[in-house]
């Protein structure tokens, strides 16, 4: 994923991680993917969630905010809730959804993202109520995102590396970026060798509960990335001035993309989390 968004597209990098984490959760459930189809993840909450499932019908309808891929991906996987107001997970099919109005910014438009509207479609329950957010692999695939928005700042120090020019100044500057670089590049190593430890501990299966210690990593990992997101961006701004927004639209995009996607981190109420999971 990090070097999917450090030298491609950001959007499509966001579309794939949803795609592969899908996969990774429907393995877990020991359910298959819908051959040659591609998936979304529609997770979000919130005060414009209002899908809900049925489990007599086996239906789901409401509003999903923030879906990315409308109009792109074949199936998605959505979190609603039934009556008994118990988190479910849903295989649905959303092929004919209609492509989202563009959105007011031009930071990841090409992702398609938008109000999914869904109105009495069938959908496939995945693993047992609550089984989204109690396994193992939501905290090893919460670091996913945190990987593509590192790509997406990496790709940044690439351009100020690559085609910005020298002079002492800048080339201290362009140091500071790829020690950043650097960091970050650490950082997601690290994370995945322990994800790979806490793997092998459970013979190799996600299965059971999550532990205090995958969420603190997860949030821990998740903030560290977007502290140096945001670092990176500052030290390209404050080096390198407006012309680079204005004239080169590839730096211009890749900063809004970058910006918005790091938005996933919920700052100060996602500290608290890690303080309560390693406090634990």
Known sequence: ????????????????EAHVDALAILAEAG??????????????SGPADTIEFDPDSRKVRGNKPFSSGLGLVDRALITATSE???ERLLDVDVSDLD??????TTALEDTATGDAVLSARPATEIGEPGFYLSRPGFWFGAIGPAACWAGAASGLVDIATETLGKGELRRAAQGR?????HGLETLLRG?????DRSVGERD?????????SERARAYAVRHLVERRCASIIDEFAQTFGPRPFV?????????ADTQLYCRQHHGARDLAHLAEAALT
């Open 84 to 86: 008994s107001k118990q």
């Open 1 to 16: 994923m990090y070097e999917w968004a450090r030298r491609g597209s950001v959007s499509v990098a966001r579309l794939a």
């Open 177 to 181: 970026l790829l020690a950043e670089q």
């Open 191 to 195: 994370a995945g060798a322990d994800i």
């Open 99 to 104: 492509v989202p109005p563009p959105w007011t």
């Open 31 to 44: 359910e298959q993917a819908v051959p040659g189809s591609l998936y979304g993840v529609w997770a979000s």
């Open 204 to 212: 190799g299966a996600r299965s059971g509960s999550s532990t205090a």
């Open 247 to 255: 004239s080169a639209p590839a730096v211009a995009q890749r900063i």
